[in-house]
């Protein structure tokens, strides 16, 4: 017996429809694997040729995967610059907050100095010899040096509360200095600092093999001495001028 219309129509109208199949993506492993081996291969080429200097299409090519894997992982370059940052900052950052409250609790002034330059320099230090994040040294030695146009507010974000910190922690060690200077220290140890991260091999050649950059220790030692000793016994005179030549 056939069914007239109106019963089709009604049969029709409560049957369940069929869900939408989505695709499927890849697997959530499959994916941080990806994603990890994109961060490796950005990192190797930023930290060789600078952010300017590196395209996306580069990068995919290095990891061995589509350009639009990396849209998708990181939105853009950018993204995936930060994303480096991220990933590598953190365990500096908590290197020096950790060195910063070994030196509250020294009560010489002098060993508390010490501590803090130590806070400072040590991870940085480390980091520039350490093989897995040397590429990421040579990031941070360029963007402090010469920042490219989408490293100032990372920078800022990733080092800037710490450094608060340590600039602040310089005063209360030497509390008869002026904040200016203190803040002209805490530059200029940054910028001993760079120079080191740079691995120029300059002072492997100028002193015939006996110093080696590559003892951290060693490295550490002579690092930490001179900048206590400048900090110590530096004094800045007043400047005569706020204004004009030398």
């Not at 049969?11 to 939408?20: M, V």
């Not at 300017?52 to 370059?77: C, E, M, T």
């Not at 350490?130 to 974000?157: M, Q, V």
């Not at 200016?180 to 200029?188: F, R």
Request: positive net charge; aromatic residues 6%; hydrophobic residues 40%.
């Amino acid at each position: 017996m056939s069914m007239s219309p109106r019963a089709r129509a009604a049969k029709t109208k409560q049957a369940p429809r069929a869900r939408a199949v989505e695709p499927a993506g890849p697997p959530p492993r499959a994916a941080e694997a990806t994603r990890a081996k994109i961060l490796r291969s950005a990192e190797d080429l930023f930290g060789e040729h600078g952010f300017d200097g590196v395209s996306v299409r580069q990068i995919a090519l290095a990891a061995g995967v589509p350009v639009a894997l990396i849209n998708y992982h990181f939105g853009a370059k950018e993204g995936l610059y930060r994303a480096i940052f991220e990933m590598r900052s953190p365990a500096i950052v908590d290197d020096r907050l950790a060195g910063l409250r070994l030196a509250e609790l020294e009560p010489d002034p002098d060993r508390k100095l010490e501590l803090i330059i130590r806070a400072l320099i040590v991870p940085m230090i480390h980091l520039r010899n350490t093989e897995k994040n040397s590429s990421y040294a040579r990031i941070l030695a360029r963007e402090t040096s010469s920042p490219s146009r989408h490293s100032k507010e990372i920078i800022g974000e990733f080092f800037d509360p710490v450094a608060r910190k340590m600039i602040e922690a310089m005063g209360q060690a030497l509390p008869d200095r002026r904040p200016e200077e203190i803040h002209w220290a805490y530059h200029m140890m940054i910028g001993a600092m760079v120079f080191f991260m740079a691995d120029t091999g300059r002072i492997i050649r100028l002193s015939d093999g006996s110093c080696d950059p590559d003892d951290e220790m060693t490295t550490a030692t002579h690092m930490v001495a001179l900048l206590h000793a400048a900090l110590k016994h530096g004094r800045v005179p007043e400047p005569p001028s706020r204004k004009g030549n030398l």
